[in-house]
């Protein structure tokens, strides 16, 4: 895995949690101005739509960049759209990093020929 490659999978990860945390507190939000006088929901809803624009711009890239099949990118996306599939996400792409980290040093010192 070149750095390039690296590093979209990177972002792709840094801002999924953060993505699922705006969504969670945007349904907190929607549920208090029903119920209370607190409305924070243009203000959540702001900062939601940004994390949610980046997110798919760095899923974009990062399928481009490591060829996902369908399937893959796919699944991404739909945890994109579950309240906390971003956790999950982000989870397994770190454990798709360090696969891919553990892959090329076994490369480097000549262990696998892959």
């Known amino acids: 895995m070149d ?3 690296a590093s979209a999978l990177r ?4 801002v999924s949690a953060p993505e699922a945390v705006s969504f969670l507190l945007l349904l907190v939000c929607s549920v208090l101005k029903r119920t209370t006088e607190f409305n924070a929901v243009p203000v959540m809803g ?3 739509a940004i994390l949610f624009l980046l997110y798919l711009v760095f899923w974009a890239d990062a ?3 490591t060829k996902w099949s369908l399937k893959t990118a796919a699944l991404y996306f739909a945890l994109s759209v579950l309240p906390a599939g971003g956790f999950f996400a982000e989870r397994r792409l770190r454990r798709e990093a360090e696969d891919a980290v553990i892959a090329s040093r076994a490369r480097k010192e ?4 892959a």
């Open 110 to 113: 000549g262990i696998v020929n």
């Open 11 to 14: 972002r792709l990860r840094l």
């Open 63 to 65: 399928w481009n960049r």
């Open 3 to 5: 750095i390039k490659t």
């Open 46 to 48: 702001w900062v939601h």
